[in-house]
């Protein structure tokens, strides 16, 4: 009984000091070691090649609670004290990237009504209904930029004159510069939705492309 | 009978911590909130823990306005030079968190919640996200 217990608790030890040595380390606090790395991702399951999800993140490990979720210290006691992501985001419009929601519809909805003012909840903020249309190059859809969605959250002055010149062909944009957080980019791909949902800028059809010249 | 109990104890009291700190180690993926900002300006100079600073929850109760237009906050992670007398004295943060609006700065450890070392970073943003190397260290 006795040596059974101790037997069971050895392997069950070194099984996960095995799974430990091997994980891949990637917190921005505990760099690998360059030399350390690549023998560490031969054996690592994120180099498995039939994984799913090798090189992203799996469904459940998406909203952990802050405990959970790698960077808050749960050493420190005010960490239990913060609201967990999923508390809430259920109840939300489901959107396919970022945090999983998609916040626009959210405030559309009256799902949420936060406010406009620091303190005075009955504020309202002033909406614009404008849309800009980009005629872009390559094949993809022209990009509608609508102000209002913007405008319900936004104030003029957050994006002009800083980062848009207020007129029309005045700014030269870039997916690049956009991948690299600047114009769109400061608030798509950090806190608005994620560059990787392309059809809601370019959500406008070109005419078709001409057939091409049989030989 | 009262030996054999002592002793199960015992490589419980032993196994339980161990595989309790292995479990801990297997840990380390960073995957905080989308949009969760870490401030690490001074904090960890000062013996503190970084400030995360979530979005997610801000969001549903306050427009974009409010913070970065009506009270300055640029949109650059670590870009504000936030200091505690400025919160103290109703700037940034402390617009709000001045037990009116929100709770009051005396609680320290509900915004001091990072892990030691982290640098300041718009967390999850989707140039963290893109695809890199294995054992690639410039992960933020």
């Known amino acids: ?215 | 009978m009262k030996k054999l109990t002592t002793s199960t104890g015992w490589h419980a009291v032993l196994g339980l911590p161990v595989m309790l700190a292995l479990a801990w180690v297997e840990v380390p993926v960073a995957r905080a909130e989308y949009g969760d900002v870490v401030i690490n300006n001074y904090s960890d100079a000062a013996g503190m823990r970084p400030v995360v600073f979530p979005h997610w929850f801000h969001r549903l109760r306050f427009r974009c306005n409010v913070c970065h237009a009506d009270l300055g906050f640029k949109f650059k992670a670590g870009g504000n030079e936030i200091n505690m007398v400025k919160i103290i004295d109703g700037q940034f943060c402390g617009a709000c968190h001045n037990g009116d609006v929100a709770w009051p700065v005396e609680n320290c450890d509900l915004c001091h919640t990072g892990k030691p070392g982290t640098p300041s970073q718009v967390h999850e943003s989707d140039i963290q996200q893109f695809a890199q190397p294995m054992g690639s260290t410039n992960k933020k």
């Open chain 1, 1 to 215: 009984m006795n040596k059974r217990y101790f037997i069971v608790s050895l392997l069950i030890g070194i099984t996960t000091f095995h799974m430990a040595c091997t994980a891949q380390p990637i917190t921005p606090a505990r760099p690998a070691p360059a030399a350390a790395a690549p023998a560490a991702a031969a054996k690592s399951p994120d180099s498995d090649p039939l994984a799913f999800h090798r090189l992203h993140k799996p469904s459940g490990k998406r909203n952990r609670p802050p405990a959970e979720d790698g960077i808050h210290d749960p050493g420190n006691d005010g960490t239990h004290a913060l609201l967990a992501p999923l508390s809430v985001f259920p109840s939300l419009p489901k959107a396919n990237s970022g945090n999983r929601v998609d916040w626009v519809q959210a405030l559309a909805a009256g799902t949420i009504k936060p406010r406009a003012d620091q303190a005075d909840a009955t504020e309202e903020i002033v909406v614009m209904d404008l849309n800009i249309v980009r005629e872009v190059k390559g094949s993809m859809p022209n990009v509608v930029y609508p102000h209002k969605q913007h405008t319900e959250w936004l104030d003029c002055s957050n994006c002009h004159p800083g980062i848009f010149v207020p007129l029309k062909g005045a700014n030269q944009m870039s997916m690049a510069a956009i991948m690299l957080g600047q114009q769109c980019g400061v608030c798509h791909g950090k806190v608005a939705f994620s560059i990787s949902e392309c059809r809601k800028c370019h959500s406008q059809s070109k005419e078709p492309n001409p057939a091409p010249a049989a030989k």
